[in-house]
């Protein structure tokens, strides 16, 4: 039997961002569910007139497989609409655990992080030659527990591009923490709010500025909070992919 259930990553905000193929499955599909805090609710312009539209932020996880449930009974299509990627902070595990109870089908399609769309709203790599090759995506423990070996703290000791999601009210904790862990207070560290929205806030500082100029400007959600030398403006480091010797890059 054909899938009938998709999770679908919707992008940081800004609709044009969705994948085609996941435009294409909200376009046929009868059931639609999201979360409108988190998911721009023009993605729904695409949806058929009379598709049923669900607003997941009020409906527990029994009632959400609950819903999709009974749409696969009747043979309707069911498109789960995840902010950003559904694989990071996307809560998907569970929903999918309870559908393979069910022996409910489901594919996943791949979202335009809002990590990605914060990288690109400042224009930076996150990968820089020889100041850092490895970035690490995490948050401060908040209703959700961190394992204690993955606190920032220890986490900053790597000195590595940081890339902290589900943070921004906690951004004193969270600077704290870094210069615990072995930041210097100089490191470059920015913070993208609304990523992609027409509302979106960008600010680009040092670590030691940081906080004060996230609770000026009255940030709490939505934000992704970047950290590492990657984001040194000044640096002229090259790759090898351009080199003389080598002829076309990637
Ligand atoms: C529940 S998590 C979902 C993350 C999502 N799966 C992703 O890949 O972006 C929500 C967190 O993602 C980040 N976030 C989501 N949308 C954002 C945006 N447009 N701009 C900046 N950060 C965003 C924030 O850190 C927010 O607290």
Redesign the pocket.
């Known amino acids: 039997m054909a899938v009938q259930v998709y999770f679908i990553?919707a992008g940081?905000?800004d609709p044009e961002l969705l994948t085609i193929k996941g435009k294409e499955i909200i376009e046929r599909a009868e059931v639609i569910i999201y979360a409108d805090s988190?998911i721009n609710p023009e993605i729904c312009q695409f949806a058929k007139p009379d598709a049923e539209i669900h607003c997941s932020a009020s409906l527990s996880l029994e009632e959400i497989t609950d819903t999709i449930e009974n749409a696969v009974k009747q043979g309707r299509l069911v498109a789960r609409l995840?902010?950003?990627?559904?694989?990071?902070?996307?809560?998907i595990k569970e929903q999918m655990a309870v559908l393979d109870e069910k022996e409910i089908e489901y594919e996943i399609i791949p979202?335009v992080?809002?990590?990605f769309?914060?990288a690109a709203s400042i224009k930076t790599e996150l990968t820089i030659p020889e100041l850092s090759q490895t970035v690490i995506i995490t948050?401060m423990e908040g209703n959700t527990p961190v394992p204690a070996r993955e606190s920032l703290k220890s986490l900053a000791a790597h000195q590595s591009a940081m890339a902290i999601?589900?943070?921004?009210s906690l951004i004193n904790e969270v600077v704290a923490s870094l210069l615990d862990g072995g930041y210097s207070p100089e490191t470059p560290a920015a913070v993208?709010?609304?990523?992609?929205?027409n509302d979106?806030v960008v600010v680009r500082t040092l670590l030691k500025h940081l906080a004060e100029r996230v609770n000026e400007l009255g940030i709490k959600?939505?934000?992704?909070i970047l950290v590492g030398k990657f984001l040194d403006q000044q640096s002229k480091r090259r790759s090898r992919l351009y080199g003389k010797e080598k002829k076309g890059g990637v």
């Open positions: 990553g940081p905000g988190l995840q902010s950003g990627d559904p694989s990071i902070y996307g809560a979202g992080s809002s990590l769309a914060a948050r999601f589900l943070s921004a993208v709010c609304r990523a992609t929205w979106e959600k939505q934000a992704i």
